[in-house]
């Protein structure tokens, strides 16, 4: 019984590393847009979002290989999430400068 608060729990940290990941790709290309430091902005920015995923992929594996794989399906949920929202995002944007 003890198995599905764990799994449940594995997943949501998963969906949420991955909403940072994805989240924070998204807004370091928009802010590396704007800077004159493209290159640093998305440096540090890949080295930090790398840093805090890989070290929580560790602490909520707890070495358990399922605990690890429900973590990633939940990463991966967050990135179908992230990449359906700014695909909206952008449709909205094109269609409001294209508006007459």
């Not at 080295?47 to 605990?67: E, H, K, N």
């Not at 949920?77 to 409001?96: P, T």
Request: aromatic content about 8%; glycine content about 12%; some cysteine.
């Amino acid at each position: 019984m003890n198995e599905i608060p764990g799994s449940a729990t594995a997943l949501l940290a998963g969906v949420l590393l991955g909403a940072l990941f994805f989240g924070g790709l998204l807004w370091t290309v928009h802010q590396g847009i704007a800077s004159r430091h493209v290159a640093l902005i998305f440096l540090g920015s890949l080295l930090l979002r790398i840093g805090v995923v890989l070290a929580g992929f560790y602490f909520v594996s707890g070495g358990d290989w399922q605990r690890l794989l429900l973590c990633l399906l939940g990463f991966i949920l967050a990135r179908l999430v992230v990449m359906r929202l700014s695909k909206i995002r952008a449709v909205q944007a094109l269609e409001g400068h294209h508006a007459p």
